[in-house]
């Protein structure tokens, strides 16, 4: 889907014209408010079903009136990379910057503009685009969005353009963009997830723009649900796996993880006390601790040179402290992709895609195998996926799931060492300084 800089009006005439050979798709209006939810609104502050779409036909026109305007999509319907030109009659033109510059300028007339950087499509009110909380301005704020997307492309393990390893975003990869829009009502509470991003900070008279994408809880979350994947992902990890690429952007860019600093200090205390159901136990916020004494343990304990015996290291990974600990993420979501980096070193199976158990037992012998230790001990305190109900009438919770025994029985084949203090002892964060990149 690509942006157009241009503005259908309210209740007039718009017309399309295509020079492409291929049919494709016009989209009014970037997102609708599905409003069909128990927890609806109390009020509507903009019409729920805005949205509308037109089929273009190739070497075709188009003649359309949408009842309350909005910016204009075009999507190409073949899977090859060709460019067409489009005329359009009965647009105006909405602020819009890109490659570095204005293509419209900030005073168009359309309520609406937008920036689309290497990486981002950032959809806002126009004057919110003045950016000026930041210093840079615009500019500014566009490679900040590319740092960000960078940087979850290194969280993930991701460096190439085709194959297992392929790169959310990329120069060549034209048209596909994480996209972000700021509307006045979303489906569903403050932000969500999805394409676009949704969020619901929506000022028409400020000048600031609503995100700051290196130090910004809300569209790490966000975009990280649309980014998470195995192994992390386990059942009851829905709000938790797309938060440790958060936690991963706070140790890079603000120097610790600000987010679990304080609670990760009785984490083993909270441990001895839940008998190993600590994350049935707990919500989201203390299930994201697991993760995060894990990276600390891996900080002092895990050696990604030991996959890599040619020295050969992919630059995502960092020799920085307070950044260790991320690279035995890094290599287990490759491993868990099928990359095959020193398998035939550690066993020649590859235990992060072919453990034929459940998410959990995936987890654990994954995690244990990368690090080459047996961690059993940390994940039957934590025991991740594992779901807590309570019977009519019982006085104690009951617990099913989590990792199972055949999975402990098949990490103690592999005859791994134990950890001299495994992770489920770590109640702190690495505070580092930080280092220009």
Known sequence: MQSTGLWAPALQDVTIKSSASVPVTVTVALADDLTG?????????????????????????VTFKVPYGGLIYIK???????SANFTFTGVVKA???????????????APLGELESASFVYTTPKKNLEASNFTGGVA??????DTFASSMNDFYGRN????????????ALTGHKHRFANDVQISIGDAHSGYPVMNSSFSTNSTTLPTTPLNDWLIWHEVGHNAAETPLNVPGATEVANNVLALYMQDRYLGKMNRV?????????YLDESNGQAWARGGAGDRLLMYAQLKEWAEKNFD??????DGKLPAFYSEREGMKGWNLFQLMHRKARGDDVGNSTFGGKNYCAESNGNAADTLMLCASWVAQTDLSEFFKKWNPGANAYQLPGAAEMSFEGGVSSSAYSTLASLNLPKPEKGPETINKVTEHKMSAE
């Open 76 to 82: 190409g319907d073949s899977k090859d990379d060709v």
């Open 261 to 269: 600093a304080d609670d990760i200090t009785v984490a083993p205390e």
């Open 37 to 61: 939810r128990e927890k609806h609104e109390v009020a509507l502050n903009r019409p729920p079903r805005v949205t509308k779409t037109y089929t273009l036909e190739a070497n075709g026109e």
């Open 140 to 145: 500014e704020f566009a490679k900040d969005l």
């Open 304 to 309: 990604i040179t030991k996959w890599y015996p």
């Open 160 to 171: 190439e353009t085709s194959g297992n390893h392929r790169m959310f975003t990329y120069e």
């Open 95 to 109: 602020p819009f910057y890109k490659d570095g510059e204005w293509k419209n300028d900030l005073d168009s007339p």
